[in-house]
C-alpha cells in the first residue's frame, strides 16, 4: 500500500540532545513538509522541499534542519536549539502542479523532552 | 502572509443534528481550501476540498462552501453520526501557491453525542 511512514511514532530526549525523526513516503510524490502541532492549535509548517536537493524554511524552522537526498525520504533533525520540541510532528507529501494539491499525511510522532 | 481564523474552538452536537465549522483567510490568492479530520493519535486526513472556482461541494453527508468575496468557507455535516467526533481543520493554501503549502486553522473539536 502507498503512503506515508513516520518512525518513531514517540521518542523522548533529552535537553541538549539532537534528535532526527524519519519521514519516508511511496507515492511518487514530489514535494514533502513537516508540520508541527502543540495542543489547541493548527499545524505550523517548519520545512518544505519541493525537488531533492532543496529545501525552504517554513514558518518557524529556527531549531530544526532538514535534509532532502531522495526523493522518498525527507528526515527533520530537532536540534538542541529547539528551546519547546516537545510536540507533535507530521510529515505530508504532495504531487506538484495545479491539479494535484491533496496532501497526505503520515500519522506522527510524538516528541517528548525529559 | 496567510492568515485563516477557525471557528469555533469545539462543538458538541446531538446525534443526527448538523454541525457547521466556519474559517475565514486573509490572502485573496489563495485558490485551495481543504478540510482535515484528525482522530486522537494520528495524522489528519483530507474528507473534503474545494478550489475557488466553485462554491460548493458536496460528498455524502458532507458539504463544503466557499465565499469569495468575503474570503470565508464552511464545513457542514449533517446527520451526525458518533464516529464524527474528532478534530476538524481548514486550510488555504499560501499565495495560490500549487503545491501543498498550507496554512491552517487552529482546530475544531467535534462531540457528537449518542
Known amino acids: 500500500d502507498g503512503g506515508i511512514t513516520q518512525s518513531p511514532k514517540y521518542l523522548f530526549r533529552k535537553e541538549g540532545q539532537n534528535v532526527t525523526l524519519s519521514c519516508e513516503q511511496n507515492?511518487?510524490?514530489?514535494?514533502m513538509y513537516w508540520y508541527r502541532q502543540d495542543p489547541g492549535q493548527g499545524l505550523r509548517l517548519i520545512y518544505y522541499s519541493q525537488i531533492v536537493n532543496d529545501f525552504q524554511k517554513g514558518d518557524i524552522a529556527e531549531g530544526y534542519s532538514v535534509s532532502r537526498e531522495k526523493k522518498e525520504s525527507f528526515p527533520l533533525t530537532v536540534t538542541s536549539a529547539q528551546k519547546n520540541p516537545t510536540a507533535f510532528y507530521l510529515c505530508?507529501?504532495?504531487?506538484?502542479?495545479?491539479?494535484?494539491?491533496?496532501?497526505?499525511f503520515g500519522q506522527g510522532t510524538r516528541l517528548t523532552v525529559v | 502572509g496567510e492568515n485563516v481564523e477557525q471557528h469555533p474552538s469545539t462543538l458538541s452536537v446531538q446525534e443526527g443534528d448538523s454541525a457547521v465549522i466556519k474559517c475565514t483567510y486573509s490572502?485573496?490568492?489563495?485558490?485551495?481550501f481543504p478540510w482535515y479530520k484528525q482522530e486522537l493519535g494520528k495524522g489528519p486526513q483530507l474528507i473534503i476540498d474545494i478550489r475557488s472556482n466553485v462554491g460548493e461541494k458536496k460528498d455524502q453527508r458532507i458539504a463544503v462552501t466557499l465565499n469569495k468575496t468575503a474570503k470565508h468557507f464552511s464545513l457542514h455535516i449533517t446527520e451526525t453520526q458518533p464516529e464524527d467526533s474528532a478534530v476538524y481543520f481548514c486550510?488555504?493554501?499560501?499565495?495560490?501557491?500549487?503545491?501543498?503549502?498550507?496554512?491552517f486553522g487552529q482546530g475544531t473539536i467535534l462531540t457528537v453525542h449518542p
Open positions: 490572502d485573496s490568492a489563495s485558490n485551495y
Open positions: 486550510a488555504a493554501n499560501a499565495g495560490g501557491t500549487s503545491y501543498g503549502k498550507l496554512t
Open positions: 507515492l511518487n510524490h514530489d514535494a
Open positions: 505530508a507529501s504532495t504531487l506538484m502542479g495545479a491539479g494535484s494539491v491533496e496532501a497526505f
